[in-house]
């Protein structure tokens, strides 16, 4: 398992912990380490789902994963 895929995992069960800083912050590391569309996308979605649930302030971390991820989601899968 590499590196975005442990930092995905660790995201999801820090979002189930209620723990949406810590998860935010791995998934920003995950994105900008990520190059795989598909893991990108995944991102993109678990953001996208926390977002509504964060704070005035807070929603501008997860505004990163999601630029990031978009971003990454564009590239080409890597073989």
Known sequence: ???VSEAIE???EALGHGRDRRAADLLTSAAVECR?????AMILNMATEARPRAGWLA????DDVIR???QRQSLQPVE
């Open 10 to 12: 660790a995201a999801r």
């Open 68 to 70: 990031i991820s978009q």
């Open 36 to 40: 795989d569309p598909v893991k990108a």
């Open 59 to 62: 929603r501008r971390r997860w």
């Open 1 to 3: 398992m590499d590196t």
